[in-house]
C-alpha cells in the first residue's frame, strides 16, 4: 500500500477514535440540563466522563498532528478556510475543559455547566458541518486557497450533516450514561437514548443517503448500512436493558459514519468544485521520507496508547452511583 | 492594521499566555511527583497532605495549560497557512510526535492521578503521576524540537519544483544543536518558576503561621530546586547566547545594541539607542561582557546591526533584516535580569531557613511572595525575546513573516479572532487566579492525612 494511503487510513482511524470517544463526552455535556436534575446527579454526570475526557481530546490534537505533517496541504487550506468555524469550535472547546476542571473547585456550578452544554453542543453540530462540507467539495483556487466564505459554508447539506452527528453524539451519550449510572439517572439516559436514537436514525439516515448518493462507492453501502443497523441496535438494545451493547453499537454506527465519510471522500482529501483544484492524498502529501518516518512512529506508538487507554477504561469501569 | 499586524498580535498573544502555565505545569508536575515519592518512601503524613495541596493548584494550572494549547495548533494552519504549506513536510513531524508520544501520555495518565487514588495499588498510582510529568517533560522536547527548526533549519532541502522545504533527516531536526540548548533552558526555567511558585506560597502560609511544618519542608524542597535550576539556566543560557551568535548574529547584536563588528566588545548594561541612524546616543557598559558572553574569549569579534544589515542584503536582496532593536535589547535584559532575582531569592531563602531556622522578619515573607512573578516575567520575555530576535524572518534565512500569513483572510475575520480570544483568555485569568487563591488560602485539607483510605470522592476529582 502507498504511504500516502496508509496516512489516509491512519488520519481516518484518528477522527474515529476522537468521534466515538469524545462524541460520548459530547453526549454528556448535551444531556447535562436534561438528565442531571440536582447537583449531585449534574455531579455524577460529569464525573462518567472525567477521569477519560481529557485523553479522549488528545485524538483530536493527534488527528490535526498527523495532518500537519502527512498531508501539510489539507492542513493549510482546511484550518484557514474553516476560520471562522474552527474559531466556534475551539472556544467552545477552551470553556469545556475549564468548566469540566473547574465546576468542582468553584463556589458556585450553575455557569460552569452552561458553559459545558454549550461548549459539548458547539462541537458536536459543527464537526458535522465542517465534515459535510469537506465531503461535498468546496469553492478552491488553482493554488488550493478557499475562496469560499463563512455562508458558503452554511448550506443545507452541511447543516443537515450538523444535526446527525448532533443527533448521533447526543445518542452516544446517553447510551454511555445509561451503562456507567443506576438508577434514576439510569432510566432516564434510557428515555433520552430513545429520543436521541430516533432523531439519529432519521437525520443521520437522510445525510448518510444524500452522501452515499453524492459521493458514495458500492463499499460504502455497506458502512451506511452498518450505520443504520448501529443505531436500530443501540435502540432495540437499549429497549431491552442491555447497556453495552447498546453503547457498542453506537459505538459502531459512529465507525461507519465516519468511514462513509472517509470512504467517500478518497482519493480526495478535499474536494474543490472545479475538480482540477480539488486536493488528493498525492498532491496534499508530504513526501515519502517523512510519511515513511511518521509511518514507524505511528506503528510504535499507536498500539502503546490504544493500551494504556484500554486499561483506563478497565481502571474505571464500575458504574457511578449518585452520592448526596 | 492589516491581516499580518493582526496575525502577529495574535500569535503573540495566545503564545504568551499558553506559556504563563507552561512552565508552572512542567516544574509543578515533577515537585508534585516528588513529594508523593516522599510520601512512598517515608510514610509521613505531611508528604501525602503536600502531594494533595500542591497537586490541586497544579490541576487548576493544567487545565488552561491544556485548553490553550489547542489553539496552538490551531492556528499555525488558519493564520499562517503560506507557512505550513511552506513547512509542513518538516515542522508537522515533530507536532506530530508530540500529540503522539508525549500529550497521550500526559493526558491520559493525569487522568488516572486525579480519579485513581482509591482504585490503583500505591506504587501503580505513583507511577501515573510519573508518567504524566514525563509526558510533559517529551511535550516541551518536541515543540522545542520544531521552534529551533525555525530559528536554525537543519535537516531539509529546499524543493524547487513545489517550493517548499523537505525534510531529510529527521535526527538532524530532532539533534539540531539548538534543541539542545534551548530544551534545558526552557526546562530550568520552568523549575525555577513552579520553584518560584511553592516558595512564594509557603512563605505567604509560614507568614501566617499555618501549617509550619509542612510549608516548611515544601519551601526547602523548592528552595533548592530553585537554587540548582537557576544555575542550569544561566549556563545554558551562556551556551544559547554563544550559538546565537554563530546562528543568528543579527539578534544578538540586537539583544546587545550593538551597531557595528567589535572585538573586545563590551556587555551593555543601559542604552538609549537611535535606531534610525544606527547608534546609540548612550550606552554603559561591562568592558569585554560581550565577547566574553558570545565568544568564551577577552577579545572575540561579535557582529554589529549595521554590519550584518549590509552583508544580508548582499546574501538575500534589499530589505531591512534588522528586528525591533528596542524591544530585543530590553526583553533579553530584562529576561536576565528577572531570572538572575529569582536565583538570589532563592539563595537567599536557604540562606535564612538554614539548620531548621524559619526567616523571621517579614521581609523575607514578602519578598518571597513578590517573588512569584519574577519567572513569569522572564519566561514571558524570554519568548518575546527569542521570537522578536528573529524577525524579518519565519523561518530563519528562509521566508519572512510577511510571507508566511494565510494569504485568503481578511481584517474582520483575523480581527474578530483576536478580539475573542483575548476577551475569553482575560476572563478565564480573573477565574484561575481567584481559584488558586482560593484554594491557597483554604490551604492544605486536614482530613486527607486521616482518612487516606476512605473510598468517598477522590479528593482532587470533580
Redesign the interface.
Known amino acids: 500500500m502507498e504511504l500516502t494511503t496508509v496516512w489516509f487510513l491512519l488520519i481516518a482511524v484518528l477522527w474515529t477514535g476522537y468521534f466515538v470517544l469524545e462524541g460520548f463526552d459530547f453526549g454528556v455535556g448535551i444531556l447535562l440540563p436534561v438528565l442531571g436534575r440536582d447537583e449531585a446527579e449534574r455531579?455524577t454526570l460529569?464525573?462518567s466522563i472525567?477521569?477519560?475526557?481529557?485523553?479522549n481530546?488528545?485524538w483530536?490534537?493527534?488527528a490535526?498532528?498527523?495532518?500537519?505533517?502527512?498531508?501539510?496541504?489539507w492542513?493549510?487550506?482546511?484550518?484557514?478556510?474553516f476560520?471562522?468555524p474552527?474559531?466556534l469550535i475551539?472556544?467552545a472547546?477552551?470553556?469545556r475543559?475549564?468548566a469540566?476542571?473547574?465546576?468542582?473547585?468553584?463556589d458556585g456550578t450553575r455557569g460552569w455547566d452552561r458553559a459545558f452544554f454549550w461548549g459539548s453542543l458547539g462541537p458536536a453540530f459543527l464537526w458535522g458541518v465542517a465534515f459535510a462540507n469537506i465531503v461535498r467539495g468546496v469553492p478552491l483556487d488553482a493554488?488550493h486557497?478557499?475562496?469560499g466564505g463563512l455562508l458558503t459554508l452554511l448550506n443545507p447539506y452541511a447543516l443537515l450533516g450538523g444535526l446527525a452527528t448532533l443527533a448521533l453524539f447526543t445518542l452516544h451519550g446517553a447510551v454511555f450514561t445509561a451503562l456507567k449510572t443506576t438508577g434514576e439517572l439510569r432510566d432516564r439516559a434510557r428515555t433520552a437514548a430513545r429520543w436521541a436514537g430516533l432523531a439519529a436514525l432519521v437525520l443521520g439516515g437522510a445525510f448518510l443517503l444524500i452522501t452515499q448518493l453524492m459521493t458514495g462507492t458500492a463499499g460504502t453501502w455497506v458502512s451506511v448500512a452498518v450505520a443504520a443497523a448501529g443505531i436500530a441496535g443501540a435502540l432495540v438494545a437499549t429497549l431491552r436493558g442491555r447497556d453495552g451493547w447498546a453503547f457498542a453499537a453506537n459505538a459502531a454506527a459512529i465507525v461507519a459514519v465516519t468511514v462513509t465519510l472517509f470512504g467517500g471522500l478518497w482519493p480526495d482529501v478535499m474536494p474543490a468544485l472545479d475538480p482540477a483544484n480539488s486536493l488528493t492524498v498525492h498532491n496534499a502529501a508530504?513526501?515519502p521520507?517523512?510519511l515513511g518516518?511518521?509511518t514507524w512512529?505511528?506503528a510504535i506508538?499507536?498500539p502503546v496508547?490504544l493500551a494504556?487507554?484500554a486499561w483506563?477504561y478497565w481502571?474505571?469501569r464500575r458504574r457511578l452511583t449518585v452520592?448526596r | 492594521m492589516d491581516v499580518l499586524d493582526l496575525s502577529r498580535w495574535q500569535f503573540g498573544i495566545t503564545t504568551v499566555y499558553h506559556f504563563l502555565f507552561v512552565p508552572l505545569t512542567i516544574g509543578l508536575s515533577v515537585l508534585v511527583a516528588g513529594f508523593q515519592t516522599a510520601w512512598h518512601r517515608t510514610g509521613d503524613a505531611a508528604y501525602l497532605r503536600m502531594t494533595k495541596f500542591w497537586g490541586r493548584l497544579f490541576l487548576i494550572n493544567f487545565a488552561m495549560g491544556v485548553v490553550t494549547g489547542i489553539v496552538q495548533e490551531f492556528q499555525f494552519g488558519m493564520n499562517w497557512s503560506a507557512y505550513s504549506r511552506f513547512v509542513g513536510d518538516v515542522f508537522g513531524a515533530p507536532l506530530a510526535m508530540e500529540g503522539l508520544m508525549a500529550f497521550f501520555l500526559e493526558s491520559t495518565f493525569l487522568g488516572l492521578w486525579i480519579f485513581g487514588w482509591d482504585k490503583l495499588p500505591k506504587r501503580v498510582h505513583l507511577a501515573t503521576i510519573w508518567l504524566a510529568a514525563i509526558g510533559t517533560n517529551i511535550s516541551a522536547y518536541f515543540i522545542l524540537a520544531a521552534n529551533s527548526w525555525m530559528q536554525h533549519p537543519v535537516g531539509y532541502r529546499l524543493n524547487p519544483a513545489t517550493g517548499r522545504a523537505e525534510l531529510t533527516d529527521i535526527w538532524a531536526v530532532l539533534t539540531n544543536v539548538t534543541t539542545l540548548a534551548t530544551f534545558p533552558h526552557v526546562i530550568f526555567g520552568a523549575f525555577v518558576t513552579a520553584g518560584a511558585f511553592v516558595i512564594g506560597v509557603s512563605a505567604w502560609q509560614l507568614a501566617r503561621e499555618r501549617e509550619t511544618d509542612l510549608f516548611r519542608k515544601s519551601a526547602r524542597a523548592a528552595l533548592v530546586v530553585t537554587l540548582a535550576a537557576s544555575a542550569g539556566v544561566a549556563f545554558s543560557g551562556h551556551w544559547q547566547a554563544q550559538l546565537m551568535t554563530r546562528q543568528q548574529p543579527m539578534k544578538m547584536a540586537a539583544a546587545e545594541a550593538l551597531w557595528e563588528d567589535e572585538t573586545s566588545a563590551g556587555f551593555s548594561v543601559f542604552a538609549v539607542g537611535d535606531v534610525e541612524n544606527g547608534r546609540n546616543h548612550i550606552n554603559l557598559q561591562i568592558p569585554y561582557g560581550l565577547s566574553l558572553l558570545s565568544t568564551n574569549t577577552l577579545d572575540g569579534k561579535v557582529e554589529g546591526i549595521n554590519d550584518i544589515q549590509a552583508r544580508y542584503e548582499k546574501t538575500y536582496g534589499p530589505g531591512d533584516y534588522r528586528p525591533v532593536v528596542g524591544l530585543a535589547y530590553w526583553s533579553f535584559r530584562l529576561m536576565i535580569g528577572f531570572g538572575a532575582l529569582a536565583g538570589l531569592l532563592a539563595l537567599a531563602g536557604l540562606w535564612l531557613t538554614r539548620r531548621g531556622r524559619m526567616p523571621a522578619g517579614p521581609w523575607f515573607h514578602r519578598a518571597a511572595v513578590l517573588g512569584i512573578g519574577l519567572p513569569f516575567l522572564a519566561n514571558t520575555l524570554g519568548w518575546i525575546f527569542t521570537e522578536v530576535g528573529r524577525q524579518p524572518w519565519t523561518v530563519f534565512g528562509m521566508m519572512r513573516t510577511a510571507a508566511a500569513v494565510s494569504p485568503g483572510s481578511d481584517v474582520g475575520e483575523v480581527a474578530t479572532t483576536l478580539v475573542g480570544f483575548t476577551l475569553v483568555y482575560a476572563v478565564l485569568a480573573v477565574i484561575e487566579v481567584r481559584l488558586l487563591l482560593k484554594f491557597i488560602r483554604k490551604g492544605p485539607e486536614l482530613e486527607d492525612a486521616v482518612h487516606e483510605d476512605e473510598p468517598a470522592l477522590p479528593a482532587l476529582s470533580y
Do not use: C, H, N
Not at chain 1, 100 to 106: N, T
Open positions: 455531579g460529569v464525573r472525567g477521569p477519560v475526557w481529557d485523553g481530546e488528545v483530536l490534537l493527534v490535526g498532528g498527523a495532518t500537519f505533517a502527512a498531508f501539510p496541504e492542513y493549510a487550506t482546511l484550518f484557514s478556510g476560520y471562522l474552527l474559531f475551539l472556544l472547546l477552551i470553556v475543559g475549564v469540566l476542571e473547574y465546576r468542582s473547585k468553584s493554488a486557497e478557499y475562496t508530504s513526501t521520507y517523512t518516518v511518521m512512529v505511528a506508538f499507536t496508547v494504556y487507554q483506563t481502571v474505571f452520592t
